[in-house]
């Protein structure tokens, strides 16, 4: 008899690697920016330490509970990852929206203008599409809501707007990384090693999201 095919093992198993590196960085990133901002210390420090766990933990988390390689509620039915998804992303959105309005607000006091960067400008789109995308959920939930649609087809978009949300949120954290805040507290190689932990979380969520479409395509042909 011949030997099994080794390729499919390595990729799951490189696939879990990376899974699990991504939730890793992603509590590390969490936490390092938590200790940075000091959240508490003035106005100002809720800003990045709200948004960092808006997009970096809750949304992160959020989607990697669908992983079929590092889930790490692997072992729940769909339905309880639905809800668990659900909670998650309702705290993203919320972290996300105080964040915003402690920026504008502070922003308000020092009697700076408002969304005159990349950084402004990207975050303030990325909270509003968000939002959107968290009430676009609904109908998944209650699908009464969305008479004439299909749930496969709702879900095909929910995950396609939802992918651009989590680009549009990773991208808002590189921009928030590169300001002047950022790089007076942290700069050389370890600034690089901040930039690496949105980004392999972003590229392990497009893998996810785009294998398990792809992967049905071919199961209806």
Request: aromatic share 12%; glycine share 6%.
């Amino acid at each position: 008899m011949s030997s099994p095919d080794p390729e499919p093992r390595l990729y799951s198993l490189s696939r879990q690697l990376c899974g699990i590196s991504a939730h890793t960085l992603c509590i590390a990133f969490t936490g390092l920016m938590a200790a940075l901002a000091k959240p508490g210390s003035s106005l100002f420090s809720w800003h990045p330490f709200l948004m960092t766990i808006a997009f970096s933990f809750f949304m992160t988390e959020a989607i990697l509970l669908f992983s079929p390689h590092s889930s790490p509620v692997g072992k729940l039915k769909h339905q309880t990852k639905v809800r668990l998804h659900w909670i998650l992303q309702s705290l993203s959105s919320f972290c996300a929206v105080v964040g915003l309005i402690t920026i504008f607000y502070n922003k308000h006091l020092n009697d700076k203008p408002h969304f005159t960067s990349w950084h402004g400008l990207i975050g303030v789109i990325t909270v509003c599409v968000v939002v959107l995308q968290s009430v676009g959920a609904l109908p998944l939930l209650y699908h009464k809501l969305a008479k004439g649609w299909s749930l496969a087809k709702l879900k095909r978009y929910h995950a396609a707007s939802g992918l651009l949300t989590y680009l549009l949120g990773s991208s808002s954290l590189l921009l928030g990384i590169c300001s002047s805040w950022f790089t007076g507290s942290v700069s050389g190689y370890a600034w690089y090693l901040f930039v690496f932990c949105p980004v392999l979380a972003a590229l392990v969520v497009m893998s996810q999201v785009t294998n398990a479409y792809v992967a049905k395509k071919r199961l209806q042909y």
